[in-house]
């Protein structure tokens, strides 16, 4: 079983930026891929961006250049660099983890993830 913990979200105003950070828990489950969603109130839950085993990365147009994934070099720790926010971008965003291998382009499928965090929230005024 792999817990998630999210953190880092925040208040701010339109342009400016955050830093989100998802923390796994040791476990013995191998984590390929992990990824980060968003949901407003009233939406689905939207993919955002992810990272893969081979550390290459995967981003929603909505995000692209403006939000950045990565992760620590044991891979327990995945952040998500949120610059130039917008009122859109106003969600709760959850981490997610795979344990399992899969292709880079199903990453954006929240079928995929086998584990979620609570979500940390973002409001852009």
């Known amino acids: 079983h792999v817990q998630l913990v999210e953190s880092g979200g925040g208040s701010v105003q339109a342009g400016g930026s955050l830093r989100l950070s998802c923390a796994a828990s040791?476990?013995?489950?191998?984590?390929?891929?992990m990824g980060w969603y968003r949901q407003a109130p009233g939406k689905e839950r939207e993919f955002v961006a992810a990272?893969?085993?081979?550390?290459?990365?995967t981003y929603a147009d909505s995000v692209r250049g403006r939000f950045t994934i990565a992760q620590d070099n044991d891979k327990n720790t995945m952040y998500l660099q949120v610059n130039s926010l917008k009122p859109e971008d106003t969600a709760m965003y959850y981490c997610a983890a795979s344990i399992g291998v899969c292709a880079r382009s199903a990453l954006i499928r929240k079928e995929v993830y086998n584990y979620w965090g609570q979500g940390t929230q973002v409001t852009v005024s």
């Open positions: 040791e476990s013995s489950a191998r984590i390929y891929s």
């Open positions: 990272v893969d085993d081979d550390a290459r990365t």
